[in-house]
C-alpha cells in the first residue's frame, strides 16, 4: 500500500491530503515521471484527475442521448484514445501548416501558453482539434469563435482573443 502525503503552496489553496490504496507501480511510473520533468507528484496528480475529469465530463455529454447515441460510446472512447496527444509544454505555437498534416483530431494537454496562428480556419480548427485540457492560456486569432475554442476546452484559465493586425 503507498500512502500519498502532499502539501504544497503556489498561490493557491492546498491542503495536506493522504491517498491509501495507490497502486505501487503506478506510484513508482508517476514518480519517475516527476523526477524526469522536474513537476511535484502532487503536480503530475492534480493534471491526471483534471484529463480524467474532463474525460468523464465528455463520457456524460455522450451518454445523455438517445440509444443509438450510447451505441456509439465505444466507437467515440476508441477514437479518443487512438488520439494523437500532445501535453507537457512551455509553449505551444500551431498554424495551418502544421494542422494540415494532422490526421486525426489531436489532445492538447498541460501546455502553459497555446498559440493558434492567424492562418488556421475555423474549419481546419473544428477538424483536426480534438480536446484542450489543462491549458493556462490560449491565444486565438479573432476569425475563430470563441464558442467553438472553449468547447473544445476543459481547465483553462485564459482565452485571449487577438485582433487584426495592421498593414
Known amino acids: 500500500m503507498v500512502m500519498i502525503m502532499s502539501e504544497e503552496t503556489k498561490g493557491?489553496?492546498?491542503?495536506?491530503?493522504?491517498?491509501r490504496g495507490i497502486d505501487t507501480d503506478i506510484y513508482r511510473k508517476i514518480s519517475e515521471i516527476?523526477?524526469?520533468?522536474?513537476?511535484?507528484?502532487g503536480e503530475i496528480t492534480t493534471q491526471a484527475y483534471k484529463v480524467y475529469l474532463a474525460l468523464v465530463e465528455f463520457g456524460e455529454r455522450i451518454a445523455t442521448g438517445a440509444l443509438e447515441t450510447i451505441r456509439?460510446?465505444?466507437?467515440?472512447?476508441?477514437?479518443?484514445?487512438?488520439?494523437?496527444?500532445?501535453?507537457d509544454l512551455e509553449e505551444l505555437s500551431l498554424s495551418r501548416k502544421d494542422l494540415e498534416?494532422?490526421?486525426?483530431?489531436?489532445?492538447?494537454?498541460?501546455?502553459k501558453r497555446l498559440v493558434i496562428e492567424d492562418d488556421v480556419?475555423?474549419?481546419?480548427?473544428?477538424?483536426?482539434?480534438?480536446?484542450?485540457?489543462d491549458v493556462e492560456k490560449i491565444e486565438v486569432p479573432e476569425t475563430l469563435p470563441k464558442i467553438m475554442v472553449l468547447s473544445k476546452c476543459r481547465f483553462v484559465k485564459?482565452?485571449?482573443?487577438?485582433?487584426?493586425?495592421?498593414?
Not at 456509439?72 to 501535453?87: M, N, Y
Not at 485564459?158 to 498593414?167: D, F
Open 158 to 167: 485564459k482565452l485571449e482573443v487577438r485582433g487584426k493586425k495592421p498593414t
Open 101 to 111: 498534416i494532422v490526421k486525426e483530431p489531436i489532445m492538447i494537454i498541460g501546455v
Open 12 to 19: 493557491e489553496e492546498r491542503k495536506t491530503i493522504v491517498i
Open 34 to 41: 516527476s523526477k524526469r520533468t522536474n513537476r511535484t507528484i
Open 72 to 87: 456509439g460510446i465505444s466507437e467515440t472512447l476508441r477514437r479518443i484514445a487512438l488520439s494523437p496527444v500532445v501535453r
Open 121 to 133: 480556419t475555423p474549419e481546419l480548427f473544428e477538424k483536426t482539434i480534438r480536446e484542450i485540457i
